[in-house]
Each structure stands twice: as C-alpha cells, then as structure tokens.
C-alpha cells in the first residue's frame, strides 16, 4: 500500500474522531437543555387550618430555572374544581432537588382528588423558554388517590 494512501487513511481516521467527540460534546449539551424537570406531589398533611401540600421539585440540568411559576387547579373528589392558585416555586437551582410547601386555607386533605398544572406563568426569563418548559416537566404524585397531571 503506497504511503501517501496511508497517510489519508490516518487523516479520515483521525477527522472521524474529532468529528464524533465534537458530536457527543453537541449531543451532552443538547440533552442537558432536555433534561426533565421533577415536580412530585409527595404529601398532604391534614392541619387544623385546612390542608399543607408538600411538593418535590427536581432539576437535573446544569441551568437554574428562575423565575418558576404554577397555575394549578385543585379538584375534589368528586371532580369539580375546588379552587385554583398561582404558586411561586423558584428559583430551581441547578442539579438539585428542592421541597416546596404551602397551604390550603379551609381546604382538608381528604377532600382532595387531583392536582391540575393547568399553564406556566413562568418557566425562565423569556417567553421561549415558558413555550419549552412544559414538555420537559414530568409530574407524579405519592399521594394515594391524588392524581397530579398537565
């Protein structure tokens, strides 16, 4: 095989290489924007004031998300909405997981059937970013008999 054909087989060989690490660079990067944000309703706490709801908010990508801001419906057991709220759960910071806790004023726990996040007021300082923010939000709840979903 003559030198110069070897030579520009180390020369593909090596543009593949730097080709493929500047490809996994673009692909780490890509999926931490991607990254799912956690919001788990973790616990209901019966107190004599009404209702203490306990939420768990993760967030694995290397970006804080601030401002973060819920519009979430509250329904009974029965299904009819009981009441609605704009709660303020920022700043997410990066790599983290958080608790966040509030109150239902005159609301019991066991009154509760589901949690609806209804829209985004605010998922990060633009408008695109609020646009982004809802398909990278993965809801759950540990609530028995609470459904917590978008």
Known sequence: MPLRRILSAFGLIAALAVMGAVGLAGQAQAQ??????????NRLESRPEGCRVWLLLRNPAPEAVDPLRLDLLIFG?????????????GPLPQEKTMARIFDLASQP??????????????CGGTPESRAACLPRLALASRVDGVTFEK
Do not use: F, M, P, S
């Open 32 to 41: 931490g924007q991607t990254a799912k944000i956690g919001l788990e309703l």
């Open 77 to 89: 057991k029965d299904g009819v909405i009981a009441r609605r709220l704009a709660l303020d759960v």
């Open 109 to 122: 726990c066991d009154g509760i059937g589901a949690v609806l996040l209804n829209d985004l007021l605010a």
